[in-house]
Nanobody
Framework: QVRLVESGGGLVQAGGSLRLSCAASGRIGGIDYMAWYRQAPGKQRELVANITSDGSTNYADSVKGRFTISRDNPKKTVYLQMNSPKPEDTAVYYC???????????????WGQGTQVTVSS
C-alpha cells in the first residue's frame, strides 16, 4: 500500500523559516509529479507548488520568491522550504503525488494526511 506522510509543520513567526517534508512509502514502481497544496479555514484547497520527475517546478504567484519545492528521488521525498512566511500562509499543507505502484502500469493520485502550519505576526 502506498502512503504519503508529511512532517515539519508547526508554529513559525512571520519572516522566519520552516521546512516541510513528505515521504512516500510502500510498493512504489515510480513517482511522477509531486506537489504541495494548502487549505486555509473557509477556503478551497489550492496548489502551492509542484515539481516533475525531472525537476521542473511551478509556483503559485503568492509564494514565488519565498517558497522552494525540491525532491530527493532516491529517498522518495518532496520538500517545501518556506522562507519569510506570512500570516496568510497559515493553512493545512497537503502533499500530493502521482505514483505508479509496483507491478502496475496505472498511475494513481495519492494525498498525505496534512500538516498544520501556523504563521504568527
Amino acid at each position: 500500500q502506498v502512503r504519503l506522510v508529511e512532517s515539519g509543520g508547526g508554529l513559525v513567526q512571520a519572516g522566519g523559516s520552516l521546512r516541510l517534508s513528505c515521504a512516500a512509502s510502500g510498493r512504489i514502481g515510480g513517482i511522477d509529479y509531486m506537489a504541495w497544496y494548502r487549505q486555509a479555514p473557509g477556503k478551497q484547497r489550492e496548489l502551492v507548488a509542484n515539481i516533475t520527475s525531472d525537476g521542473s517546478t511551478n509556483y503559485a504567484d503568492s509564494v514565488k520568491g519565498r517558497f522552494t519545492i525540491s525532491r530527493d528521488n532516491p529517498k522518495k521525498t518532496v520538500y517545501l522550504q518556506m522562507n519569510s512566511p506570512k500570516p496568510e500562509d497559515t493553512a493545512v499543507y497537503y502533499c500530493n503525488a502521482n505514483i505508479r505502484p509496483t507491478g502496475s502500469w496505472l498511475i494513481n493520485e495519492y494525498w498525505g494526511q496534512g500538516t498544520q502550519v501556523t504563521v504568527s505576526s
